[in-house]
């Protein structure tokens, strides 16, 4: 009889107050005091007694709208989380046959969406210099039945950012061949410069955006996407979440939000320091290199092929026997999964030095069979 699997993440929820959560790009550095005030009040004047605003309160949606640059008279849906989002938007817009324009690697969730509609995703592999989609790839594997394009950024997992003139130059593609372009911008606010690609194609654009990563509230869930309003009318045909979004969650999102201009400039000073830190460590562990540096969000991938340890293994050890928990590149790339481990660094520093301490410990155990399980 074998062994069960080992389940990372029952064993890292078992485990909670001790583990360094390195492994969903959420973030544990804030606006914490901010989010906390808002959210005691909301509990103090019982909001949780009634149904939320199916639209979401007037001010978290012209807040949202705001943040993304868009005018008060864009089509704009809240979603429970940017993912629930992204699974209306391909429901609604694909049928069986079509085919969408992605990447491996990628976030599979959403190619998972896009197969429930019956469509398949064309996944371009882009682990290889520069790392992303370019627009004369895209151009040439348009197809008769493409119906999408699929542009994270910047893009989970490599933590790869697209310039601008790409932006514009794969708008235009999805302008010229009358294809959707879903830019999933859940990681803008740790980008340099980020660009929307709504900015260069408005009509054909729907921007899926989210407060899971920026604001620090993935466990609230909230999101949703904006875009041409008879587009977005069209995505929420498929909303079955028709009483609204956790009244919790958009007092949260509408105080982090009102203030960001206070709290973003150090997130983003912390999220460059955490990352340099993680350089340093993995520059002296033989075999092992970031793809992509400095990443534009606040995550990268730590290419380990070289050293002769497996990502699954790795993730194991680290979680086991120092609780900190990365993620095994499976989860992230058919292709390429056995190749790399995926580090998110929207940490206190103190989650960082301890990631600084276990990753050359494990490899070097892994590498040796020295392993100790605690």
């Not at 969730?109 to 627009?135: C, D, K, Q, W």
């Not at 497996?310 to 026997?321: D, F, H, I, S």
Request: proline share 7%; with cysteine.
């Amino acid at each position: 009889m074998s062994a069960p699997t080992f389940d990372a993440f029952r064993y890292a929820h078992e485990h909670w107050d001790e583990v360094a959560w390195l492994s969903q790009n959420t973030n544990h550095i804030g606006p914490a005091g901010i989010v906390q005030e808002a959210l005691a009040e909301a509990v103090r004047a019982r909001h949780y007694e009634g149904y939320p605003f199916a639209p979401g309160t007037p001010e978290l949606r012209a807040l949202v709208l705001r943040d993304l640059g868009f005018p008060d008279d864009a089509g704009l849906q809240i979603s429970a989380g940017g993912t629930e989002a992204l699974y209306m938007l391909t429901r609604a817009l694909l049928a069986p046959g079509d085919e969408v324009i992605a990447s491996d690697p990628s976030y599979l969730i959403i190619h998972r969406f896009v197969e429930l509609a019956g469509a398949r995703s064309r996944n371009l592999e882009i682990y290889a210099p520069p790392y992303r989609l370019t627009a004369e790839r895209v151009r040439d594997a348009i197809s008769p039945t493409t119906r999408m394009i699929l542009l994270i950024d910047p893009l989970n997992p490599l933590g790869s950012g697209y310039p601008a003139e790409e932006v514009r130059a794969i708008a235009e593609i999805a302008h010229d061949h009358h294809l959707t372009l879903l830019n999933d911008v859940t990681y803008r606010d740790f980008a340099d410069r980020p660009t929307l690609a709504a900015t260069f194609a408005p009509e054909e654009t729907l921007t899926v955006w989210s407060v899971s990563k920026n604001c620090g509230l993935a466990g609230l869930r909230l999101g949703g996407l904006a875009g041409r309003p008879d587009l977005v009318r069209k995505v929420a045909r498929f909303n079955t979440n028709d009483l609204g979004v956790n009244v919790l969650a958009q007092a949260a999102a509408t105080a982090a939000l009102r203030t960001k201009p206070e709290w973003i400039g150090e997130l983003r000073r912390q999220v460059r320091a955490n990352q340099e830190r993680i350089r340093a460590v993995v520059q002296e562990v033989p075999g092992a290199h970031l793809p992509v540096f400095p990443s534009q969000a606040n995550m990268f991938c730590i290419d380990i092929a070289e050293t002769g340890v497996g990502p699954e293994a790795l993730q194991r050890e680290m979680l086991v026997t120092d609780r900190v928990f990365i993620r095994a590149g499976s989860y992230l790339s058919p292709r390429f999964g056995e190749r790399f481990v995926r580090v998110s660094f929207s940490n206190p520093p103190g989650d960082i030095e301890r990631f600084a301490r276990s990753f050359p410990r494990a490899v070097a155990a892994l590498r040796t069979g020295s392993t100790v399980r605690g």
